[in-house]
C-alpha cells in the first residue's frame, strides 16, 4: 500500500494500481452504470492523445521541463498503444462534469511517467497529476474535447459501416431488378414496383444518411483546450491554446481547430446534440428498413413471403421448425436505443447552466453508446441478414397478378369512377379485374393485357383516355 493525499483527507492506496486517491473517490461515489471508461477503448486513447498534446504544448512554451514532458508524453504514447486501459476504472455516469475522468487520467499518466523516470507510484513531487500531467488545463476543455476526439473517430467507423450496408442493399437491388412485386401504402395494395426499385430505395436512403453524418461530424473537429476551467484560459501560457492544437493535430493526423469563442464553446454542448439528431435520423431510417425486411419475409407460407432472411436459428422452444427475423429485431432494438440516447443527450445538453454544463457524462455516456452499438448493428444487418437475403420472385408476381390494386393502371383509360367500379365488384366477388374488364367490355383483351402488363405499369407513359 502507499499512502496518497487530496484536500479532503488522506487514505491508503493499493500499489499495484496506477490510479489515485482521486480515482479511489470517484470509484466509491459512482457505481452507477457499470460501465468504465475501460468498456470505450476509443474514448481512453482520444484521452491520452489530449492530454500528449497537452504535455508537448507546455513543453514548447517553457512550462514543463524536457524531462518530464517526455515522460508524460511517453506514457500517454504507452496508453494509446492500449497498454494501462484496466486502469481507467470510473464509471462512465458520474457527477461532476468529468473531473473524475480526468483525474484517473492524470493519476494513471504520472505514476506510468514516474516509473518511467526511476521513481515510485505516488512520488508526486517529482511528476504531479494536476500540476504537471494536467498543466493549463481544467476538466472543462479536457473532458468535451475528449469526447469530441473519441466520438469523431468512432464516426469514421459509423460511416465504414454505413457505407457497407449501403453497398450490400445495392447489390440486392442491381440482383432483384426484374422481380416484380406488389407495392404497398398504408400496409394496402398499391400499384406494381420491382424487389429492386425497393432495395435500390432502402441503398439511397443509407446513402443520404451517409452525407448527413459525415457533415455533422465535422461539428466534433472544434475544440475548446485552451479554455481551462471557463473559457478565459486562466493558468495557460498565452502561447499555449495554439500549440495543443497543432499538437494535437500532429498526433492524431485530424484537422482539429480552435472554437472562435472559448467561453461559448465551453458551456455550448449543441455540437453533441447536432451529432446526436443526425444518428437519431440514422436509426430511424435503419429501424424502417429492418421493419420492412420483416414484414416482407413474413410467412413462410401465411405471410407475404417475398423474400427469405438467413436462418440463424431456431425460432421457439415449443413450436418445431419456426425461425423467426432475430436479426431485423435486434437491429430495430439497437435504433430505439438510439432514438432513447438522444433524448437523453438533449437533456443533459440542455441542462448546463451558466458558464459549464455539469452534465457532459451524461452527454459521453450517451453518446459514445450510440456509436458503438448503431456501428454494430449496422454491420449485423448488413453480413447477417442483406448479404445471404434471398428472392421468391414467383411469389412477388402471383402477388401483383391477383392484386385489386392494379386496377390503378385503368384510371388513365377508363376514369376513376369505371375503375373504382371495377374495383368494387372484384373485391366483392373475388373476380379478377381483367376479367371483369373484359366482361364489361370497355376494352379489348389486347388492350387489356398491354394495359395489365407489369412492366408496362412501373414507368411513366402516354395514354389516350377512352
Not at 9 to 31: H, K, S
Not at 186 to 192: N, Q, S
Not at 219 to 244: E, F, W
Amino acid at each position: 500500500m502507499r499512502k496518497e493525499h487530496d484536500f479532503i483527507g488522506e487514505r491508503e492506496i493499493p500499489d499495484d494500481v496506477y490510479y489515485g486517491i482521486q480515482t479511489c473517490r470517484a470509484l466509491e461515489n459512482f457505481q452507477i452504470s457499470k460501465l468504465k471508461l475501460s468498456d470505450y477503448p476509443f474514448f481512453i486513447v482520444a484521452l491520452a492523445q489530449i492530454k500528449k498534446a497537452a504535455a508537448a504544448a507546455n513543453k514548447e512554451v517553457g512550462m514543463l521541463s524536457a524531462d518530464v514532458a517526455d515522460a508524460i508524453c511517453q506514457a500517454c504514447d504507452r496508453i494509446i498503444a492500449g497498454e494501462f486501459h484496466e486502469q481507467f476504472v470510473v464509471d462512465m455516469m458520474q457527477g461532476g462534469a468529468g473531473t473524475s475522468t480526468n483525474m484517473n487520467a492524470n493519476e494513471v499518466i504520472a505514476n506510468i511517467a514516474l516509473e518511467s523516470l526511476g521513481h515510485k507510484k505516488g512520488e508526486y513531487t517529482f511528476v504531479h497529476p494536476n500540476d504537471h500531467v494536467n498543466l493549463g488545463q481544467s476538466t472543462n476543455d479536457v473532458y468535451p474535447s475528449t469526447i469530441k476526439v473519441a466520438a469523431y473517430h468512432k464516426l469514421q467507423d459509423v460511416l465504414t459501416a454505413l457505407t457497407h450496408l449501403q453497398e450490400e442493399l445495392r447489390q440486392k437491388g442491381t440482383a432483384f431488378k426484374d422481380h416484380i412485386k406488389m407495392g404497398r401504402t398504408e400496409l394496402e395494395d398499391a400499384v406494381p414496383t420491382t424487389l429492386g426499385n425497393t432495395f435500390t430505395a432502402f441503398a439511397n436512403q443509407i446513402a443520404s444518411s451517409i452525407q448527413q453524418l459525415k457533415t455533422a461530424s465535422h461539428a466534433m473537429l472544434v475544440l475548446n483546450m485552451g479554455a481551462t476551467a471557463i473559457g478565459t484560459g486562466i493558468n495557460c501560457h498565452p502561447d499555449y491554446k495554439k500549440a495543443v492544437q497543432k499538437h494535437l493535430v500532429n498526433i492524431t493526423g485530424e484537422p482539429f481547430e480552435q472554437a472562435e469563442d472559448f467561453i461559448a464553446a465551453t458551456q455550448d454542448t449543441a455540437d453533441f446534440t447536432l451529432v446526436s439528431g443526425v444518428l437519431h435520423t440514422v436509426a430511424v431510417r435503419i429501424a424502417k428498413i429492418a421493419n420492412d425486411l420483416r414484414l416482407m419475409n413474413s410467412g413462410p407460407r401465411c405471410g407475404l413471403g417475398e423474400i427469405n432472411l438467413p436462418k440463424m436459428q431456431p425460432g421457439s422452444s415449443i413450436m418445431p421448425g419456426k425461425v423467426n427475423p432475430v436479426i431485423p429485431e435486434v437491429v430495430g432494438e439497437i435504433c430505439y436505443q438510439v432514438i432513447g440516447n438522444d433524448v437523453a443527450i438533449t437533456l443533459c445538453s440542455e441542462h448546463g447552466e451558466f458558464e459549464l454544463n455539469a452534465f457532459e457524462p451524461g452527454i459521453a455516456a450517451a453518446l459514445l453508446d450510440s456509436l458503438c452499438i448503431l456501428e454494430n448493428g449496422i454491420n449485423t444487418l448488413a453480413d447477417k441478414a442483406i448479404h445471404h437475403l434471398t428472392a421468391n420472385p414467383d411469389i412477388c408476381r402471383a402477388a401483383v397478378l391477383n392484386s385489386v390494386g392494379i386496377v390503378t393502371a385503368f384510371n388513365p383509360y377508363l376514369g376513376y369512377e369505371k375503375s373504382a367500379s371495377i374495383a368494387k365488384e372484384a373485391l366483392n366477388t373475388g373476380k379478377s379485374v381483367r376479367d371483369i374488364c373484359l366482361e364489361r367490355k370497355y376494352l379489348t383483351e389486347t388492350e387489356i393485357d398491354a394495359i395489365l402488363d407489369p412492366q408496362q405499369m412501373l414507368k411513366p407513359h402516354t395514354f389516350e383516355q377512352k
